[in-house]
């Protein structure tokens, strides 16, 4: 396990906005993320109270991302694909108590077994 800290960055927007998802946080500085088709399921209340009209086909974008770099992320996705743009898009963070499968940054790196002839 690592112990550098971590926040998952959840963007639920439009589908077909994914990609534009992923590029304003690899602006931020993040690495890369995982896609999930959903749908919404908002009501005509919920249309009326944000001005938006409701789009049932929905991406949801998880991307995770050390914590120093969360705000940025936020940031961009929120002038790239919020509210006020075709992704309708809203985000948001939550942090992360462990990972694994993720390489410290600040490790040293493993040295390549030599061949064997």
Avoid at 12 to 18: A, K, M, P, T, Y
């Amino acid at each position: 396990m690592t112990d550098f800290t971590h926040e998952v960055v959840f963007c639920i927007v439009n589908e077909g906005f994914s990609e534009v998802v992923m590029d304003a946080a690899k602006r931020a500085g993040a690495g890369g993320g995982t896609v999930l088709r959903a749908r919404g399921t908002a009501n005509a209340t919920a249309e009326k109270f944000f001005g938006i009209s409701i789009t049932p086909q929905k991406e949801i974008v998880m991307i995770l991302v050390p914590a120093a770099i969360r705000n940025d992320v936020l940031h961009n996705l929120y002038s790239s694909c919020g509210l006020d743009t075709p992704g309708h898009g809203i985000a948001f963070a939550l942090p992360v108590d462990a990972v694994i499968g993720l390489r410290d940054p600040n490790a040293p790196k493993k040295e390549e077994p030599a061949e064997k002839k």
